[in-house]
């Protein structure tokens, strides 16, 4: 008989350890598909704004008989260019490619609507995101505009101020919605590890009435939840590093291919399982040891 009853506790603790540690995986597999989404996005939103060029011109003013000086001193502009803090990449524009380009974009063949070097050159500027801001575009726009030999600098500075706010907007859900997944993980953590303690409550106060310490009592089960939580975050790194090895060779290098940051990914996930299950077991503990024997039958 006795057999039988420690053989059920047992099962009952098995069963009890798998319910905590597949809730744990869950939970946290959801905290960091939640996160790779983030990472990935923010990548994207800095993909589309290094998109948002702006365009410096050199003088218009062109003599086939200055040629070579002109190209001298266009090539040193071009170079100061590059060196600017706001810029992320910069391309040199011929006469030749811009009267291309031209032809192209209206769809023409035919040189015989073109006088020759009708289009100035120019540099295409791509900025780095910081800049892409309605705050401090135009201050990039007029650093670029100090260097000697440029003379003009466009941009399309509404559809950069949309682009921006749009993007924002995004992250800033994406952002939220990452927030609300840690407090849900906080919660069913919690919760589950607060049912597993529910069931060895009697174990608890058993303990403590026999003159047990109450850090010794807490000892095995902090080490229990530390165990616990190591396992379902690891399981849940797992079944994630499944999920996005798949979407990563289906789609290839459209991710993030900064390792660094899936490494801090994977530390935060394994810190939120570990620290959680901990702090909810000694929360949940701590209750039943300050309770009184009659409240154990109605807690």
């Given at each position: 008989?006795?057999k039988?009853?420690?053989?059920?506790n047992?099962k009952?603790?098995?069963?009890s350890?798998?319910?905590?540690?597949?809730?744990?995986?869950?939970?946290?597999?959801?905290?960091g598909?939640m996160?790779?989404i983030l990472?990935n996005?923010?990548?994207?939103?800095?993909?589309?704004k290094e998109?948002?060029?702006?365009?410096?011109y050199f003088?218009?003013?062109?003599?086939a008989?200055?040629?070579?000086?002109?190209?001298?001193?266009e090539?040193?502009?071009?170079k100061?260019?590059?060196t600017l803090?706001?810029?992320?990449k910069a391309?040199?524009?011929?006469?030749?490619?811009?009267a291309?380009?031209?032809?192209k974009?209206?769809?023409i063949?035919?040189d015989?609507?073109?006088?020759?070097?009708?289009?100035?050159?120019?540099?295409?500027?791509?900025?780095?995101p910081?800049?892409v801001?309605?705050?401090?575009?135009?201050?990039?726009?007029?650093?670029?505009?100090?260097?000697?030999?440029?003379?003009d600098v466009k941009?399309d500075?509404?559809l950069?101020?949309?682009?921006?706010n749009?993007?924002s907007?995004i992250?800033k859900?994406?952002f939220?919605f990452?927030?609300?997944f840690?407090?849900?993980?906080?919660?069913?953590?919690?919760?589950?590890?607060?049912?597993k303690i529910?069931?060895?409550?009697?174990i608890?106060?058993?303990?403590?009435?026999?003159?047990?310490?109450?850090r010794?009592?807490?000892?095995?089960?902090?080490?229990?939840?530390?165990?616990?939580?190591?396992?379902g975050?690891?399981i849940g790194?797992?079944?994630l590093?499944?999920v996005?090895?798949y979407?990563?060779?289906?789609?290839g290098?459209?991710?993030?291919?900064?390792n660094?940051?899936y490494?801090?990914l994977?530390?935060l996930v394994l810190?939120?399982?570990?620290?959680?299950s901990v702090?909810?077991?000694?929360?949940?503990?701590w209750r039943?040891?300050k309770s009184?024997?009659?409240?154990?039958?109605?807690?």
């Amino acid at each position: 008989m006795a057999k039988s009853v420690d053989e059920f506790n047992k099962k009952r603790l098995r069963s009890s350890n798998i319910t905590v540690v597949i809730s744990i995986a869950l939970v946290l597999f959801l905290l960091g598909l939640m996160g790779l989404i983030l990472i990935n996005a923010q990548k994207y939103s800095d993909y589309i704004k290094e998109q948002l060029v702006v365009n410096a011109y050199f003088d218009e003013n062109y003599d086939a008989k200055d040629s070579v000086k002109i190209a001298k001193l266009e090539e040193e502009t071009f170079k100061k260019v590059q060196t600017l803090a706001p810029v992320k990449k910069a391309t040199y524009i011929s006469r030749d490619m811009a009267a291309k380009e031209a032809k192209k974009s209206m769809g023409i063949d035919s040189d015989a609507l073109f006088e020759e070097n009708i289009f100035p050159s120019s540099i295409e500027v791509a900025l780095k995101p910081e800049f892409v801001d309605p705050a401090k575009i135009d201050e990039a726009i007029k650093e670029i505009k100090s260097v000697p030999g440029i003379i003009d600098v466009k941009n399309d500075s509404t559809l950069m101020v949309d682009v921006y706010n749009n993007l924002s907007r995004i992250l800033k859900w994406i952002f939220g919605f990452s927030i609300l997944f840690l407090v849900l993980a906080v919660v069913l953590i919690n919760n589950s590890i607060r049912l597993k303690i529910f069931s060895k409550r009697f174990i608890i106060k058993t303990m403590q009435l026999v003159g047990a310490k109450r850090r010794f009592i807490l000892k095995p089960f902090i080490i229990e939840a530390i165990i616990l939580g190591a396992i379902g975050s690891v399981i849940g790194l797992i079944a994630l590093g499944g999920v996005w090895y798949y979407f990563t060779s289906q789609i290839g290098s459209a991710f993030v291919q900064d390792n660094n940051q899936y490494f801090w990914l994977v530390i935060l996930v394994l810190g939120v399982g570990v620290f959680i299950s901990v702090l909810s077991t000694i929360f949940a503990t701590w209750r039943f040891l300050k309770s009184n024997v009659d409240d154990l039958y109605y807690s």
